[in-house]
């Protein structure tokens, strides 16, 4: 009696069963094809934006190397292009780039190329911050230290990003202005943070045996 009524209920079942997709399979066979050609759109989205990344990264090597073989005009050239068209992140690279090339030839263009992009309120904070150190590390020798001093000391606090080589190139711009303690106290700064590179170390130390032998006096 329990093998009757249990194949009673699978018969009625199937009956439901058949009765809904005769309903219904139209619309679960049409999210089927949806779901296929949705996969396949977004597969084909990624080949795309693959090949498009892998277009842009050869251009941006192309212009590295431009610059290193000495061709400037190329390197600029293709780097202004990059700067317009490339996605985001490529274009971020390239103006900095762009801006770098630009110093090589001239340093003030250079510095308002990177005064430009610290400017830009569409970068992020760190990257705006680096620039502001690229700009102030070639105004060392176009200005005065209260200039340097001006664009670098912001960069040289404590809880600063870039402050190891901010305090670095305002003890170079004091000393350059024989401001020995002005010099000897960025130096002193950058040595003694814990967090400080151990290259910077070797380098400030240098700095240093300048400070502490002072102003050298030549005798006619």
Same mark, same amino acid.
């Given at each position: 009696m329990a093998d009757i009524f249990r194949e009673i209920d699978e018969e009625v079942?199937?009956? =439901?069963?058949?009765?809904?997709?005769k309903k219904y399979g139209w619309v679960i066979s049409s999210l089927a094809v949806l779901a296929v050609l949705a996969v396949a759109g977004w597969q084909f989205w990624l080949h795309r934006e693959n090949q498009a990344s892998q277009a842009v990264g050869a251009r941006l090597e192309a212009a590295l190397k431009s610059s290193r073989d000495g061709d400037a005009t190329q390197a600029e050239t293709i780097? =202004?292009?990059l700067s317009a068209t490339a996605p985001a992140g490529y274009r971020l690279i390239a103006r900095f780039r762009l801006a770098a090339e630009t110093a090589k030839r001239d340093a003030a263009a250079g510095a308002a190329a990177f005064d430009a992009l610290a400017a830009d309120a569409s970068l992020d904070q760190t990257s705006r911050d680096l620039a502001k150190l690229r700009a102030g590390i070639l105004r060392v020798d176009l200005a005065g230290y209260p200039e340097v001093k001006t664009?670098?000391?912001?960069l040289a606090s404590a809880q600063g990003v870039w402050r190891h080589t901010a305090r670095e190139f305002l003890g170079i711009a004091a000393l350059k202005a024989n401001l020995f303690e002005d010099a000897g106290r960025w130096f002193d700064a950058a040595i003694t943070d814990p967090q400080a590179p151990q290259a910077l170390r070797q380098r400030v130390e240098l700095?240093?045996?300048?400070?502490?032998?002072?102003?050298v006096t030549v005798k006619n």
């Open positions: 079942r199937r009956d =439901k069963a058949a009765e809904l997709w780097l =202004k292009e664009a670098l000391e912001p700095y240093l045996a300048l400070v502490r032998g002072g102003p």
